[in-house]
């Protein structure tokens, strides 16, 4: 539990930032742009740089799927629905599959829902591979290369391990078919099963119309020090407690919940958009998975994200310098989180919100309809630029065969 110094440390903290108002206000108008080689990258302008053959299958693998649940389109892992449309336009896509650098199959994994909104994890890997077979027998290009230049979004809590609970996914594994595949996927932990080398790790979506109808006036004054709404507990699919979120939001709670500088509880008001955004410090703690859409709420209002995932890789992480705009603690030190936080000092907390403050740093976290320059589909295509050229191992010798159709559980080998 946080010490009652360290308490009236924050509180003194959160005074000052009131009192010198007009200083934060124009701190927080202000912005600061990263500098080095992450801030390139951030900017860069895919369109040029490679062209992307978007594969045409039945609609059993998309639009069907998408007709029988409109919920697909605005759950977290609606990124498999918007970046297929957002290639279908797009400049980068090619017509003419022989010049093409990368290929796309739009499949729709998670948008098969139970009635609680949650994707029926079961069904995905059989549809994957049925995608999969379908590209290999129609086109020459899955053989030549078994997916080595093929890209697959799989946007589920540990994506292509495809379940939601990480004893389960650890044991699946990735799915033995895409192997050779580039992954773009929200789930990222470094030294972790299910997330395969060369992956590309994105935000989960969150929807981009929606918050930016919520924008407060600039000058809002931040007075909530530490925010967050949202699960502690999952008695539903955790009845016992201590296995969601590793035990670490329980641990939040059971610390912090009479702590008067944190503002945290399950309700999820009317004004949740606006209280982040007046909020100083906004906590970002695993789940189920390491990631959650708060992380990009938190960017696109400018708080300040306290991340709780112990070695969570952060989308974009080549491009986003996640460690100068955020504060990571550790799953161990959740009980010091009062004073790690009231420790940081001012002028470190307003460089922080002017580096939030870049557009260019909001844009990249989210999946606008229609798509625009910067924002987090042309940061995947950038992250697949700098892949290419392809090398040698890329490509197969005639024959030659390196996956193994018939490894996998039993029932991700049944027929889809």
Not at 32 to 37: C, K, L, N, T, V
Not at 289 to 308: D, Q, T
Request: neutral net charge.
């Amino acid at each position: 539990m946080g010490t009652g110094s360290a308490t009236a440390q924050a509180l003194a903290l959160v005074a000052l930032l009131l009192a010198c108002s007009d200083v934060v206000v124009v701190a927080a108008q202000e912005t600061e742009r990263i500098q080095g080689s992450a801030g390139d990258v951030l900017e860069d302008d895919p369109v040029g740089r490679l062209k992307v053959y978007v594969y045409e299958l039945p609609p059993k693998y998309n639009k069907n799927i998408l007709a029988k649940d409109s919920r697909c389109l605005s759950h977290m892992f609606a990124t498999e629905i918007f970046m297929h449309r957002f290639l279908l336009t797009s400049a980068v896509r090619t017509l003419n599959p022989d010049e093409a650098d990368w290929f796309y199959t739009p499949v729709y994994t998670t948008c098969d829902l139970t009635p609680w909104g949650h994707p029926l994890t079961t069904k995905s890997p059989r549809m994957m591979r049925s995608a999969i077979q379908y590209i290999s027998k129609r086109w020459p290009y899955w053989n030549r290369t078994e997916g080595a230049d093929h890209f697959f979004v799989t946007p589920h809590d540990f994506g292509a391990c495809f379940y939601f609970q990480e004893e389960t996914a650890i044991q699946r594994g990735v799915l033995p078919v895409l192997r050779r595949a580039t992954l773009v996927q929200t789930f990222g932990q470094k030294h972790h099963v299910c997330l395969k080398e060369g992956s590309i790790t994105i935000p989960p979506y969150a929807p981009p119309h929606k918050m930016r109808t919520h924008i407060v006036p600039p000058e809002t004054p931040r007075s909530i020090f530490v925010y967050f709404r949202g699960l502690f507990y999952d008695t539903a699919n955790d009845p016992e407690g201590g296995y969601y979120a590793r035990g670490a939001r329980a641990s939040v709670w059971e610390n912090f919940k009479n702590n008067a500088l944190f503002d945290i509880s399950t309700e999820h008001p009317p004004t949740y958009y606006e209280d982040m955004q007046r909020a100083i410090f906004c906590l970002c703690p695993l789940g189920w998975a390491p990631w959650s859409p708060r992380l990009v709420e938190a960017v696109v209002f400018g708080c300040i994200p306290v991340i709780i995932a112990d070695d969570i890789v952060l989308p974009f992480a080549d491009a986003i310098p996640w460690e100068e705009i955020g504060v990571f603690v550790a799953e161990d030190d959740i009980l010091k989180l009062d004073t790690i936080l009231t420790s940081i000092p001012m002028e470190e907390i307003l460089r922080k919100q002017r580096l939030l403050a870049n557009p260019s740093m909001k844009q990249a976290m989210l999946f606008p309809q229609p798509a625009e320059p910067r924002d987090a589909f042309h940061q995947v295509l950038n992250g697949l630029a700098r892949k290419l050229p392809h090398g040698k191992g890329v490509f197969l010798k005639p024959g030659q065969k390196v996956l193994n159709w018939t490894e996998g559980t039993r029932d991700d080998l049944k027929p889809w």
